[in-house]
């Protein structure tokens, strides 16, 4: 489903991406990544969306924010909000799918074909307005894991589903161990 001369952008709901890949067991190598779509087709942007906690002195996140912005990637960040639930657990609260859904309406013009690395159902219509305008909309993420992370209104309006765990070997990377990026620390919603 992928044109060598068709102008590819990526957006990668980060917390989304990073969820899906550990229900699969592996990490996501971003290098290898990027570079599996370039040869696809002519990779314009790849966007990386993600809130981040700015009063932690430190960010379990913030090195690969770093390292994905010095290394090809549109970098798209906000404060993530931080509140008590109800019973007394600390949560972690930044949803970026008005930034995700403004960037790719601003950039379909020019891209022949997006692809979106989401499983979140509230994509689906981005997804019908973009197939609207002309663009081919691909979604990346699992129906492998229990439950599986891909609204099925998400997957039928995509013109092409990619299954996450079928990337894995050209993609993926063991896990880490504890010490690994949590992105899963933060909740959208």
């Known amino acids: 489903m992928f044109y060598k001369d068709e102008r590819l952008a990526l957006f990668i709901d980060g917390s989304n991406l990073y969820a899906a890949a550990k229900a699969l067991g ?47 990637f549109t970098m798209v960040t906000k404060p993530a909000k931080e509140y008590t639930d109800s019973q007394g657990r600390r949560k972690v609260k930044g949803n970026m799918d008005i930034e995700l859904t403004v960037d790719a309406m601003e950039l379909a013009p020019r891209i022949d074909h997006i692809v979106l690395f989401s ?43 990619i299954e996450l765990d079928e990337l894995k070997e050209v993609i993926g990377r063991p896990p880490r161990e504890a010490s690994a990026i949590r992105e899963n620390d933060y909740e959208a919603s």
């Open 26 to 72: 592996f990490d996501i190598d971003y290098k290898l990544l990027r570079q599996e779509f370039m040869r696809r087709g002519k990779l314009l942007r790849a966007f990386y969306y993600t809130a981040l906690l700015e009063n932690d002195e430190y960010s379990p996140i913030r090195p690969l924010v770093d390292w994905l912005h010095y290394n090809g």
């Open 119 to 161: 499983g979140d159902g509230d994509f689906r219509p981005l997804v019908e307005s973009l197939q609207r305008q002309g663009v081919r909309v691909s979604v990346v993420s699992t129906i492998r894991s229990h439950p599986p992370m891909i609204a099925d209104e998400l997957r039928r309006q995509a013109d092409n589903f």
